[in-house]
């Protein structure tokens, strides 16, 4: 999978999405749950959007990428903003000793682009110890009946710099998809490049994610769906998941 591309034209694709669904989730669940927050960790961080809205709040701000291209669009983004970004390349499967943060997120179905049922559970496992304790653990995945809806799905929309189009098939493993991204981006010299990619996803049913976490350690909070505090249904598209590491130390 290349971020090559697609992290220059991630911002465009995402122009609709609104970024304060997730920070008033995160608002919401620290103020019923009494979370006192100084340092997130956002895993997953793409081109910063969510670490710049965090940063407003007074948050301390750390984020994790696996796509240096999107760091690099993070970091100018921030920097531009007069905040100074604490970003670091790598595997959120894979992740270093990097402190210990009141709050870690992973968001935007970023969780979703492990497809490989160890890595998940890798992820929860370093997330608890990276968690002070009495710290949360928030993030959102597509349920299964969007990664299913997903299946034959075409997106497309054209701009004078760069148009796209992204078509959606179901993947090899259960509950997974596959995204395949054509975009047309105007050049200096006048003329239109093609450039392609491919993206997965994978998604499991919650009862498997609430196992998971459980084994990790965490104390589930809560699971909702679509940015509301309502229980998931079938129709549900985003499940939301709020675990809280109660060990001492």
Not at 6 to 17: I, N, P
Not at 107 to 113: G, I
Request: charged share 25%; glycine share 6%.
């Amino acid at each position: 999978m290349s971020y090559e591309h697609f992290s220059s034209y991630y911002d465009l694709l995402m122009e609709h999405v609104e970024y304060e669904e997730w920070l008033r989730y995160m608002e919401r669940i620290f103020l019923e749950h009494n979370v006192n927050v100084d340092h997130v960790l956002d895993l997953g961080c793409g081109t910063g959007e969510l670490l710049l809205l965090m940063d407003q709040k007074g948050w301390q701000v750390t984020g994790v990428d696996l796509s240096e291209e999107m760091l690099s669009i993070a970091q100018s983004k921030l920097q531009m903003a007069g905040v100074t970004p604490q970003l670091y390349q790598g595997d959120m499967s894979e992740l270093p000793p990097l402190g210990l943060f009141d709050v870690i997120t992973i968001f935007c179905d970023s969780l979703n682009y492990l497809d490989d049922e160890e890595a998940v559970k890798r992820t929860f496992a370093s997330c608890y110890k990276q968690l002070k304790p009495g710290g949360m653990l928030l993030f959102d995945v597509h349920s299964p009946a969007k990664i299913k809806a997903f299946d034959g799905a075409v997106f497309a929309d054209a701009s004078k710099d760069v148009s796209y189009i992204w078509t959606s098939f179901a993947g090899e493993k259960p509950l997974s998809i596959e995204h395949e991204l054509t975009f047309f981006a105007l050049t200096k010299n006048g003329y239109y490049e093609r450039v392609e990619e491919l993206h997965k996803e994978r998604t499991f049913e919650s009862g498997i994610y609430k196992s998971w976490l459980e084994d990790a350690g965490f104390s589930l909070v809560e699971i909702t769906a679509d940015f509301l505090t309502k229980q998931p249904t079938d129709e549900s598209e985003r499940l939301f998941f709020a675990c809280r590491k109660i060990d001492a130390g």
